[in-house]
T-cell receptor
Framework: AQSVTQLDSQVPVFEEAPVELRCNYS??????LFWYVQYPNQGLQLLLK??????LVKGINGFEAEFNKSQTSFHLRKPSVHISDTAEYFC?????????????FGQGTELSVKP | DGGITQSPKYLFRKEGQNVTLSCEQN?????MYWYRQDPGQGLRLIYY???????QKGDIAEGYSVSREKKESFPLTVTSAQKNPTAFYLC??????????FGPGTRLTVT
C-alpha cells in the first residue's frame, strides 16, 4: 500500500528566511506527486505537481520541489518566505495507473512565518 | 463563474440526526470525490464517483452515503451510524487524470 509521510508537523520560520518542508512516500510502483496549500477554513489549492520530466518542479508563489526517486522524496522549498505563506501544506501521491484517481495525503505541515 | 460550491460553510447538528452536505460543480468534470479532514491526519477519502450513477467506497466509507444522479452534483450524507462525524469535509473534482480541484469545504459540528 502507498503512504505519505510529512516529517515535520510544524515549521516556524522568520520572514525572508528559506524554508524546506519534507515529504517522503512509500510505493512499489510509479507515482505522481503533488503539493497543496490550505489557508485557514478554506479548501486546498494546488501549489505544484510532478508528473514526468524534469525532477525540479516550479509552482505558484515562488515554491519549488524536487523529486528524488532513489530517496522516494518530494521536498518543498522556498528561498525567501513571506508572512502570507503562513498556511498548512499537504504532500500527496497518486498511482500513475490508478483507477479512480485516488489521492493519498500526508498528515500536513503547518508553516508559521514570523515577522 | 466556474468552480466548486459547497454549502453551507458551517453546519451544526445534534447527535443521532442524519445530515447532507452539498457539493455542486460547473467545471464539467466527470469525477467527484469526498474527503474528510481531521487535525493532524491529513485528508482521507470517503467516496468517489467517476461517472453519473456510479460511485465507489473510499478508505473510510462507514457511516456515510452518497448519490450521483447528475454530473454536477455529488451530495454526501453523514448518517447517525458515523461515530465521530465532527470534521471538515472537502469535495473535489477531476477530469479522470491525476489532478484534483477542491471546493471550499464544510465544517460539520455534531453535539
Amino acid at each position: 500500500a502507498q503512504s505519505v509521510t510529512q516529517l515535520d508537523s510544524q515549521v516556524p520560520v522568520f520572514e525572508e528566511a528559506p524554508v524546506e518542508l519534507r515529504c517522503n512516500y512509500s510505493s512499489s510502483v510509479s507515482v505522481y506527486l503533488f503539493w497543496y496549500v490550505q489557508y485557514p477554513n478554506q479548501g486546498l489549492q494546488l501549489l505544484l505537481k510532478y508528473l514526468s520530466g524534469s525532477t525540479l518542479v516550479k509552482g505558484i508563489n515562488g515554491f519549488e520541489a524536487e523529486f528524488n526517486k532513489s530517496q522516494t522524496s518530494f521536498h518543498l522549498r522556498k528561498p525567501s518566505v513571506h508572512i502570507s505563506d503562513t498556511a498548512e501544506y499537504f504532500c500527496a501521491v497518486t498511482l500513475i495507473y490508478n483507477q479512480g484517481g485516488k489521492l493519498i495525503f500526508g498528515q500536513g505541515t503547518e508553516l508559521s512565518v514570523k515577522p | 463563474d466556474g468552480g466548486i460550491t459547497q454549502s453551507p460553510k458551517y453546519l451544526f447538528r445534534k447527535e443521532g440526526q442524519n445530515v447532507t452536505l452539498s457539493c455542486e460543480q460547473n467545471l464539467n468534470h466527470d469525477a467527484m470525490y469526498w474527503y474528510r479532514q481531521d487535525p493532524g491526519q491529513g485528508l482521507r477519502l470517503i467516496y468517489y464517483s467517476q461517472i453519473v450513477n456510479d460511485f465507489q467506497k473510499g478508505d473510510i466509507a462507514e457511516g456515510y452515503s452518497v448519490s450521483r444522479e447528475k454530473k454536477e452534483s455529488f451530495p454526501l450524507t453523514v448518517t447517525s451510524a458515523q461515530k465521530n462525524p465532527t470534521a471538515f469535509y472537502l469535495c473535489a473534482t477531476g477530469t479522470g487524470g491525476p489532478e484534483q480541484y477542491f471546493g471550499p469545504g464544510t465544517r460539520l459540528t455534531v453535539t
